[in-house]
């Protein structure tokens, strides 16, 4: 995140502002009686957390604050005080953000006393409120694109291999810092919460700042103390100055007139570059322990920009008579966007573990069917399924062109077979959405294969070790493949009387179906029970396609007690 111009009384501000650091951490948020901070449900994030290791740059500039007259507080608002320059606006879908979050969490976590201004510090410095580099933020709380950090390939920063198969950060083979509040994917699995209605989304400010403050909260600490306060902001990023930045923005939030800013483009609390700019210059080495989204300024930050030399203007011409400002007729506004139409197919299908090669398309049009460009068009995925939009989740927001057309990024199915709806809509008009349908179909599988060599034998009634199978296509593991397992004879017949077995319900089951295989094509069985009676045993494994393959994996009931049987008994069933 770029580091913002500060002034020539740079020096002045940052000592007040480290005073004013050290006035937040003996005070915190005030003082409250004793009480259990046992209510914390998350675990304490440890020092091997990626999320505290450096992942970015952010911006660590501290608020600029108006000299004080003697007897004044650093930090205190009125007269004879510091008080912030106007630089504590904060975007008003933002501060509702924050201020929502703090509210849920006095529900969920009473004895944290987080804050919604020190969320509000993280959201600063992290993205200036989800506003850094000419993103926005829309109405429902979600990012107009995506804000990533740089990819955690260990040189720069951090070292995080792909936690979460590109879902989030669209990279699947390192992960990056993701949204607003810069969440890496894996801390985010952990941490994600829903503070808008939907699903969790790091690119939305209500969810991203209700995880923001279930994350500082984590392990059931007491914010007021500064000892908690201050390994919080460490645990979100490991670095002194880091801690120092968000405080004294905190600080700055809570006493100063924190006013709302408009949402839109443009909006003059967050530095910005036109669409389409793209970064000319690297990125300067961080210190560590900071976090910043991979966009960046066109220009180091802190070198002024040359103006260019004004060109001559020529002479106003002489308006015509009976014509005001030179017989120019106003310009008649744009014909109003009536319809949506689809381009392309609307039914599409792939197969589980691929990308779907259709993408959503829509083109706007007005009454008299001509496009309509600038249009935000939003599109959803809808329906119980995994499927996301690369970096975004299941919501993609973008703008129609010239043509009137705007696309969505092709759709990742992950590891969940059904049929979803991909739907688009005009933010802002009640226009008929179009809908696309889209088939997961499960992923076909050759070869089911028993990882291990180790011989499977039980006592009656006693449990097998357990049996873990990997799903192979054309060579290489499939991720998301269905499979079900079928317990029959040496010879190949079912008897579904006798025999091991697994339990489901409390009830002795043979034929079980089993979660589908990860990304490393495997799936573990889940206890398979040995009965009375004695012999061999296999398995039986068929696909979703209805091909089936026998395992023979020399189940042996045995009557004396083998090395590798587990002496658990199962309860009657």
């Known amino acids: 995140m770029k580091i913002l111009p500060t002034r020539a009384a740079s020096v002045s501000r940052q000592g007040l502002c480290t005073a004013l650091l050290v006035a937040s951490l003996t005070a915190a948020v005030g003082v409250s009686p004793p009480h259990n901070t046992a209510d914390a449900d998350e675990p304490t994030p440890g020092p091997d957390n990626p999320q505290s290791r450096p992942h970015g740059t952010p911006n660590l500039a501290l608020p600029d604050l108006r000299p004080h007259s003697p007897g004044g507080l650093p930090g205190t608002p009125g007269p004879g005080g510091n008080t912030p320059d106007g630089t504590t606006g904060i975007p008003a879908t933002a501060l509702d953000a924050y201020k929502k979050a703090e509210a849920q969490a006095r529900i969920e976590l009473p004895n944290c006393h987080i804050p919604w201004q020190l969320i509000a510090g993280i959201g600063k410095v992290e993205s200036e409120h989800g506003t850094i580099f000419g993103t926005h933020l829309n109405p429902d709380g979600t990012t107009d694109k995506p804000i990533l950090g740089p990819a955690l390939t260990g040189s720069e920063f951090a070292l995080v291999r792909d936690t979460d198969g590109g879902f989030w950060d669209g990279d699947t083979q390192y992960d990056h810092a993701v949204g607003p509040m810069q969440f890496i994917p894996s801390t985010w699995k952990n941490i994600g919460s829903d503070g808008k209605g939907g699903y969790k989304n790091p690119n939305n400010i209500y969810d991203a700042s209700l995880g923001t403050a279930r994350y500082l909260c984590a392990g059931g600490r007491d914010l007021n103390k500064p000892g908690d306060l201050d390994k919080a902001i460490l645990s979100y990023n490991n670095s002194r100055k880091y801690v120092e930045s968000v405080t004294a923005w905190m600080r700055a939030y809570q006493n100063g007139d924190v006013s709302a800013l408009p949402d839109a483009p443009g909006n003059p609390s967050a530095p910005r570059v036109p669409s389409g700019n793209s970064p000319s210059t690297p990125s300067a080495p961080s210190t560590p322990g900071t976090s910043r989204p991979s966009q960046q300024p066109s220009r180091k930050p802190g070198t002024p920009s040359r103006p260019k030399p004004s060109e001559p203007t020529k002479p106003t011409e002489p308006s015509k008579p009976g014509k005001p400002g030179g017989g120019d007729k106003p310009t008649p506004p744009a014909p109003a966007t009536a319809r949506l139409e689809r381009v ?216 004396e007690n083998p090395a590798s049987a587990k002496p658990t008994v199962p309860a009657a069933g």
């Open 344 to 559: 392309g197919d609307a039914q599409w299908s792939a197969t589980v573990g691929e990308t779907f090669r259709e993408q959503a398309r829509v083109r706007t049009l007005t009454d008299a069917g001509k496009p309509t460009a600038g249009v935000r068009v939003r599109f959803v995925i809808l329906g119980a399924t995994k499927a996301r939009f690369p970096g975004t989740g299941n919501v993609f927001t973008t703008t129609t062109g010239k043509d009137g057309v705007a696309t969505a990024p092709a759709v990742i199915t992950n590891d969940q077979a059904g049929q979803f709806t991909v739907r688009a809509t005009v933010e802002g008009r009640d226009i008929t959405p179009v809908d696309f349908a889209a088939t997961v179909t499960p992923a076909k599988v050759d070869t089911v294969q028993r990882v291990g060599k180790k011989p499977l034998q039980a006592l009656p009634n006693a449990a097998f070790d357990t049996i873990q199978l990997q799903a192979l296509a054309k060579g290489k593991p499939l991720a998301g493949a269905a499979l079900t397992a079928t317990v029959v004879a040496t010879d190949g017949k079912t008897d579904a009387t006798v025999g091991p077995y697994f339990k489901e319900n409390g009830k002795k089951v043979r034929t079980i179906s089993l979660a589908p295989t990860d990304e490393k094509g495997l799936v573990s069985l889940p206890d398979l029970f040995a009965d009375a009676k004695q012999g061999s045993f296999t398995l039986r494994i068929a696909t979703a396609d209805g091909r089936t393959q026998l395992l023979e994996l020399g189940l042996d009931v045995v009557t």
